[in-house]
């Protein structure tokens, strides 16, 4: 039942299919036989590990299975460190070593995009903007857990094989992750912003509990067979595993995953980052004037301030305007801690005027 995940899936593979619409592989591929148990390391729970979300203390066999999952990830050398940390400093130095290698490759799957496509090696008219994503870390949050899962949620453990479960609406779902046994007051960092620029995300799986050697299949095509022809873990019986995988938001913004007949697992899903185009792109701008001030004839002086910036939104400068053209601009400037555009002027005419301030507010699609 179990089905090998191909050594030959690289950071560029994954960059490649991920912007034509395919299933990524697993940036670290965990095959079904670790070459060590992490039992050992158990000694020092409850250490906190890189996907855990802030605050929590995870339960000891989540903790032990991402442990796990890390070690099976890890290269000989590293993983001989790890095995033999005599103290709980030793431990998190090599957890960290392996975070930052972790990291590394999430940031050169989108350097190698470029560089296929720079190449010619990818047609930029398949790939479209995708060609320029970048990859966004967030702080860890869990989005699902089917052991506290609702049953009017669709995923409540245990997940069973020949299934096609789903998280609908990935990135739409906002504060509502309490369902699925994840957060239940977070929108995990994936709203607006960032949203429908989002073009995968990067979640770390931990499976619990599995009742045969199998593997998992996950991916953004609502397709029971074309899930199961992408490998995210593969995994023995009766011990629990974890990975890192990206899953592409192309096809559709929902997660889809399956087991192969005859399976029984219960899942837990951490989002840990995200890839959109990177910050090259145009800016989104919006305006905020504020309220107009009215100004009294014969050298009259009088001020306005524009209305302050939306969050996400820096300054970018402004505009002063008036309904008079004897009313000279003063002075302008940013004001309020660089969030709204200040305006000073003199009326020269007889009658009053009015002055108004106009901030331009900016941010990068995806902030």
């Known amino acids: ?123 930029t008219k398949a790939l479209g903007d995708a060609s320029n994503l970048v990859y966004k870390a967030l702080e860890p949050c869990r989005i699902m857990d089917t052991r506290s ?44 912003p960032p949203g429908n620029n989002i073009h995968a995300v990067a979640i770390v799986i931990t499976i619990l509990n599995p009742n045969f050697d199998a593997y998992l299949g996950v991916s953004d095509v609502a397709s029971l067979s074309t899930v199961l022809s992408n490998v995210a873990l593969n995994y023995t019986h009766g011990q629990g595993l974890s990975t890192m995988y990206i899953v592409p938001q192309l096809s559709t913004s929902s997660i889809y995953f399956a087991l192969p007949a005859g399976l029984s697992v219960q899942l837990i899903f951490d989002v840990v980052g995200y890839y959109v185009v990177s910050d090259a792109t145009a800016l989104q701008c919006v305006q905020q004037a504020g309220v107009a001030s009215t100004i009294a004839g014969s050298g009259g002086t009088g001020n306005a301030t524009s209305a302050a910036c939306p969050a996400t939104y820096t300054l970018a400068g402004g505009s002063c305007d008036s309904d008079s053209a004897n009313l000279n601009l003063a002075s302008h400037e940013a004001s309020g801690g660089n969030t709204t555009w200040f305006c000073s002027g003199v009326n020269s005419g007889g009658s009053s005027a009015h002055l108004t301030a106009t901030a331009n507010c900016c941010r990068v699609p995806g902030k």
């Open 1 to 123: 039942m179990n089905r090998a995940h191909s050594n030959s899936t690289t950071a560029v593979m994954m960059a490649i299919a991920l912007s034509a619409g395919l299933a990524a592989g697993a940036l670290l591929p965990v095959k079904a036989q670790a070459a060590s148990s992490a039992l050992p390391l158990a000694r020092f729970y409850p250490t906190l590990l890189p996907s855990s979300p802030d605050g929590k203390v995870e339960e000891p066999e989540v903790w032990l299975a991402k442990v796990q999952g890390m070690l099976a990830a890890a290269p000989p050398l590293l993983q001989q460190s790890l095995l033999s940390a005599q103290t709980a400093k030793d431990f998190s130095s090599n957890i960290a070593l392996l975070q930052q290698m972790q990291e590394g490759l999430l940031k050169q799957g989108a350097l190698d995009m470029k560089a296929a496509i720079k190449s010619g090696r990818v047609s």
């Open 149 to 192: 899962a609702t049953g009017g949620s669709g995923v409540q453990g245990p997940i069973l094989g020949n299934q096609l479960y789903t998280i609908p609406g990935f990135v739409t779902s906002g504060s509502n992750w309490g369902q699925f046994g994840g957060n239940g007051s977070s929108d995990c960092g994936l709203t607006n």
